[in-house]
């Protein structure tokens, strides 16, 4: 059961360029403007700079051993099964909060134009899970098609931020400014701005899949990442400078606020032409998160953790489509679970805007994740020495464990600030890792039974399971 190794670098850094910015930067940099004003530069910068810092013992970690669901087999071997079964559901849960973040602003756009052809009344909610129902079907057709697609999308997307930033920003009579925090809304639009610098990882995801994996992952996520900073870098300060100030608050309640914006200065042709990346954007994140996510279900399947069912491959499309199927699926009930909860009004009681409770969710789980990653590296030059001598990618001690205190600190702490900022995210994960627990005792007493050692049947270093 070993997946295909067949993406290039050139779709390596698509994979990268569209699971980091995606939908999210047309979504969710108008509420962090909102919050945050001249000083949302600071917002993206501390994100940006604390999401690359706490990817980097990741980094580490793959390019020592390139495996599919690595956020489990690195954490299940160097920590122990249970920490691999946590951050890999963590992963899941937060990655694909991620995906709703996308399906909802996408919702956003388009159900007012779909309206009139659907039975009955949708809530974005809903519409967002038919659109994903809909990428799922797509999904299937392979993923050697679906990886040129995303560089072709992925480069329409850059193309089109591109003339909002430079053409737009730079009309006569927008000013860029840039300011230290003036509101009370700064530490929200930091957390908001996590959201849209989520999405490294994903490539890390990818070892088994790569060509050259130990030289093209850490080369993916430098070139991704160079994209992504110049990219967020001008659009923020462009719509900042072309809404103005004053305005922020009330523009980012508008549909589209990001694209509404760009009708206040360029023509219908260049609007279309921007629309088309907010969907091409969607559509880069649905790929990569779908690509990557399903495989550390795939990961836990394939060291028994869970049936072995979701660790089959796909013969036509070398995909573990049981796996994907599973983290639709999972999308979907977030979705319809964000439905009921903004019917009932919880959603109002937590946060301004609804697409933020999705962003919110999302921040928690990678942040989780990578905590417990950033501890297992650790312990990377100990547990596997030749592997991490060889690596592509290679800190020393020293400079590994700074690294990783700094992630483990860092991203801890976001976690508890989220979670003081917004209690129902928190209790949502507590409950959520409650039941992962308890599983993980009940899947253990099971396969001892059988004789078998939970989270000892998968050799990650020469690919073979064990007898």
């Given at each position: 059961?070993?997946?295909?190794?067949?993406?290039?670098?050139?779709?390596?850094?698509?994979?990268?360029?569209?699971?980091?910015?995606?939908?999210?930067?047309?979504?969710?940099?108008?509420?962090?403007?909102?919050?945050?004003?001249?000083?949302?530069?600071?917002?993206?910068?501390?994100?940006?700079?604390?999401?690359?810092?706490?990817?980097?013992?990741?980094?580490?970690?793959?390019?020592?051993?390139?495996?599919?669901?690595?956020?489990?087999?690195?954490?299940?071997?160097?920590?122990?099964?249970?920490?691999?079964?946590?951050?890999?559901?963590?992963?899941?849960?937060?990655?694909?909060?991620?995906?709703?973040?996308?399906?909802?602003?996408?919702?956003?756009?388009?159900?007012?134009?779909?309206?009139?052809?659907?039975?009955?009344?949708?809530?974005?909610?809903?519409?967002?899970?038919?659109?994903?129902?809909?990428?799922?079907?797509?999904?299937?057709?392979?993923?050697?098609?679906?990886?040129?697609?995303?560089?072709?999308?992925?480069?329409?997307?850059?193309?089109?931020?591109?003339?909002?930033?430079?053409?737009?920003?730079?009309?006569?009579?927008?000013?860029?400014?840039?300011?230290?925090?003036?509101?009370?809304?700064?530490?929200?639009?930091?957390?908001?701005?996590?959201?849209?610098?989520?999405?490294?990882?994903?490539?890390?995801?990818?070892?088994?899949?790569?060509?050259?994996?130990?030289?093209?992952?850490?080369?993916?996520?430098?070139?991704?990442?160079?994209?992504?900073?110049?990219?967020?870098?001008?659009?923020?300060?462009?719509?900042?400078?072309?809404?103005?100030?004053?305005?922020?608050?009330?523009?980012?309640?508008?549909?589209?606020?990001?694209?509404?914006?760009?009708?206040?200065?360029?023509?219908?042709?260049?609007?279309?032409?921007?629309?088309?990346?907010?969907?091409?954007?969607?559509?880069?994140?649905?790929?990569?998160?779908?690509?990557?996510?399903?495989?550390?279900?795939?990961?836990?399947?394939?060291?028994?953790?869970?049936?072995?069912?979701?660790?089959?491959?796909?013969?036509?499309?070398?995909?573990?489509?049981?796996?994907?199927?599973?983290?639709?699926?999972?999308?979907?009930?977030?979705?319809?679970?964000?439905?009921?909860?903004?019917?009932t009004g919880y959603l109002n009681d937590y946060f301004?805007?609804?697409?933020?409770?999705?962003?919110?969710?999302?921040?928690?789980?990678?942040?989780?994740?990578?905590?417990?990653?950033?501890?297992?590296?650790?312990?990377?030059?100990?547990?596997?020495?030749?592997?991490?001598?060889?690596?592509?990618?290679?800190?020393?001690?020293?400079?590994?464990?700074?690294?990783?205190?700094?992630?483990?600190?860092?991203?801890?702490?976001?976690?508890?600030?989220?979670?003081?900022?917004?209690?129902?995210?928190?209790?949502?994960?507590?409950?959520?890792?409650a039941m992962v627990v308890s599983y993980y005792f009940?899947?253990?007493?099971?396969?001892?039974?059988?004789?078998?050692?939970?989270?000892?049947?998968?050799?990650?270093?020469?690919?073979?399971?064990?007898?």
């Open positions: 059961m070993k997946l295909e190794g067949k993406i290039g670098l050139a779709g390596g850094v698509a994979l990268v360029v569209g699971g980091v910015i995606g939908m999210g930067v047309y979504a969710l940099i108008p509420n962090i403007a909102a919050k945050a004003g001249y000083a949302s530069w600071l917002s993206i910068a501390i994100a940006l700079g604390v999401s690359i810092l706490g990817v980097l013992p990741v980094i580490q970690i793959s390019s020592a051993i390139p495996v599919a669901g690595g956020g489990y087999l690195w954490n299940s071997r160097m920590l122990s099964p249970l920490a691999g079964l946590l951050a890999s559901f963590w992963a899941v849960l937060g990655g694909g909060a991620s995906v709703c973040v996308v399906a909802y602003a996408l919702s956003e756009l388009l159900l007012p134009l779909a309206s009139p052809y659907l039975p009955g009344t949708w809530s974005i909610h809903l519409f967002a899970a038919l659109i994903i129902a809909a990428f799922y079907v797509f999904y299937l057709t392979g993923l050697r098609m679906l990886t040129s697609v995303q560089i072709i999308m992925c480069a329409q997307l850059l193309i089109a931020l591109s003339i909002y930033a430079v053409v737009i920003g730079f009309k006569e009579g927008v000013e860029f400014h840039f300011t230290l925090p003036q509101t009370s809304g700064f530490t929200q639009s930091i957390i908001l701005a996590f959201n849209v610098c989520l999405g490294f990882q994903i490539i890390a995801e990818l070892g088994e899949e790569m060509k050259d994996p130990k030289r093209n992952i850490p080369l993916s996520l430098l070139i991704g990442g160079v994209c992504i900073l110049v990219a967020y870098i001008g659009v923020t300060m462009a719509y900042i400078g072309i809404v103005g100030i004053d305005n922020l608050e009330a523009f980012s309640k508008v549909d589209s606020p990001l694209l509404t914006s760009s009708k206040l200065v360029v023509s219908p042709f260049w609007v279309q032409f921007i629309g088309l990346g907010a969907i091409f954007a969607a559509l880069t994140s649905f790929n990569a998160g779908a690509i990557a996510l399903p495989r550390e279900i795939f990961s836990m399947a394939r060291d028994k953790t869970l049936p072995a069912i979701f660790g089959k491959v796909n013969a036509k499309t070398q995909s573990p489509n049981w796996a994907v199927t599973v983290f639709f699926a999972f999308v979907i009930f977030n979705l319809a679970l964000g439905h009921y909860l903004d019917s301004q805007l609804t697409i933020d409770y999705y962003g919110f969710l999302a921040v928690c789980g990678i942040m989780l994740m990578t905590t417990l990653t950033s501890i297992a590296a650790m312990r990377l030059p100990k547990l596997y020495p030749a592997q991490y001598m060889a690596s592509y990618f290679r800190m020393k001690p020293l400079l590994l464990n700074i690294v990783c205190v700094f992630s483990i600190l860092t991203s801890g702490g976001f976690v508890a600030l989220l979670c003081t900022e917004a209690t129902l995210v928190g209790l949502i994960y507590l409950v959520f890792t009940y899947r253990k007493h099971y396969l001892a039974k059988q004789g078998v050692k939970i989270g000892q049947c998968y050799d990650i270093v020469t690919g073979q399971l064990k007898a």
